[in-house]
């Protein structure tokens, strides 16, 4: 182990907006164990805007990275070969005892491929998820990142099945629960206190919430402008409220970004605190985003996701998630059928309880105590 006093040194990597959320609640538990653990934060700079980024620096009040690599956009060869080579050239320095990634990024692929090569152990967060489908970049991310990780920590039953079909060892998998439901816990307080209501003159119910992101979604240009007529056409019914993501702010002409404005409420990326506020207000949420299924599923809102498959079949068996694909009226029947229901619906998945994090660092902590008593020559 590191360091003269032996503890256990530990590179997190981020990179994208959901790993921010990821990693905080970890942070905060490792503090907890600043006796046996030593962290160092590395940021890819894979999400570089201030809305995707800063402001969740901000917000969670994560004190600062200790690098940023500022890879910044690219295709996903060119952006994970440069978190590659800088993840690299900071573990050469850094020499720690293990790498912890979490979530399914372009970041998380590269953290976890630097440390493998330099055979680092790497602990990954949010394991075992699959979508089976491999025209998703997440799901080969997942696949490689979980085949060569030594601790895979899993937010759901389902997770773990898939990794012992696909020949991984009992002993490395973790049933730990959702950290992403840690961090919404964590700030309870302060997602009560957005004034994103007032701020754009929203009442409870009265909106839904639009998000779009997935290349599926946004890169082919007929699904993403099917999509947008869809909404349209839905915001006559209710408002739609739409805080668009830099990626599909730029496969959008400029001239139809103005004549959709008119009609859905469009605005930048938001803080996390405001985003949250304004799910557990909403009357329905439409999404491609993984994440955005999950917290509806814990805060019983019901959610409609605008893709084919889900990795996240949980929010589906004991959430509120439905899959609705890109089909306009499969999209029109459901959003009708949720405007007559109620809102709130009550759902309880096993370990989304906000204390993952600790579940996840006494794993690590117990891995810590057996290798200073190996070092020490002692039996635990
Ligand atoms: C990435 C993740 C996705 C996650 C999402 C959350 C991968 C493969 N995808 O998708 O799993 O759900 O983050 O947001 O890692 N861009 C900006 N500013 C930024 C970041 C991106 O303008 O700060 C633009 C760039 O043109 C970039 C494009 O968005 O090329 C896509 O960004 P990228 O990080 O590749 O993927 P996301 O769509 O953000």
């Not at 907006?17 to 609640?25: A, G, Q």
């Not at 050469?92 to 440390?115: F, M, R, W």
């Not at 839904?208 to 599926?216: A, K, Q, S, W």
């Not at 499969?330 to 059928?337: A, K, L, P, S």
């Amino acid at each position: 182990m590191a360091g003269r006093n032996k503890k256990m040194k530990i590179v997190c990597i981020v990179g994208a907006r959901p790993n921010f959320l990821k990693i905080n609640p970890l942070l905060h538990e490792f503090k907890r164990y600043a006796q046996a653990f030593s962290i160092c934060l590395v940021h890819t700079g894979q999400h570089y805007d201030i809305g995707l980024s800063k402001i969740f620096f901000d917000e969670l009040g994560i004190n600062k990275y200790d690098y940023n690599l500022e890879i910044g956009s690219g295709t996903h060869a060119q952006q994970t070969a440069k978190a590659i080579v800088g993840i690299e050239r900071i573990l050469l320095k850094e020499l720690p005892d293990l790498v912890l990634v979490v979530g399914d990024v372009n970041s998380t692929l590269a953290g976890a491929i630097a440390a493998a090569k330099l055979h680092i152990p790497i602990a990954h967060v949010e394991a075992g998820l699959r979508s089976f489908d491999n025209n998703m970049p997440e799901e080969i991310n997942r696949k490689i990142v979980d085949h060569i990780s030594t601790y895979l920590f899993t937010s759901c039953p389902e997770a773990n099945e898939n990794l012992k079909k696909e020949g991984i060892s009992s002993d490395k998998i973790f049933f730990v629960g959702n950290i992403m439901i840690d961090s919404l816990l964590d700030n309870k307080k302060r997602i009560k206190f957005s004034k994103i209501l007032n701020r754009l003159k929203l009442k409870k119910e009265e909106f839904i919430i639009l998000t779009l992101h997935r290349p599926e979604n946004v890169e082919n240009m007929d699904n993403l402008v099917s999509l947008l007529k869809v909404m349209v056409n839905i915001s006559v019914k209710l408002r739609v409220v739409f805080p668009i993501h830099p990626r599909t702010r730029k496969k959008i002409d400029p001239f139809i970004l103005r004549r959709i404005n008119k009609k859905l409420t469009i605005v930048n990326p938001l803080g996390y605190f405001d985003f949250q506020k304004l799910i557990a207000n909403c009357k329905l949420v439409l999404t491609d985003s993984g994440g955005i299924q999950e917290e509806t599923s814990f805060l019983g809102i019901p959610c409609l996701t605008l893709l084919d498959k889900t990795e996240r079949p949980i929010t589906i068996r004991c959430g509120t998630n439905h899959l609705v694909g890109r089909s306009k009226d499969v999209i029109i029947r459901e959003v009708n059928r949720f405007l007559n229901r109620p809102t709130k619906y009550k759902t309880k998945i096993k370990f989304w309880d906000g204390k993952t994090a600790r579940r996840i660092v006494r794993v690590l902590f117990y891995e810590y105590k057996k290798r200073l008593n190996h070092k020490n020559g002692n039996k635990i």
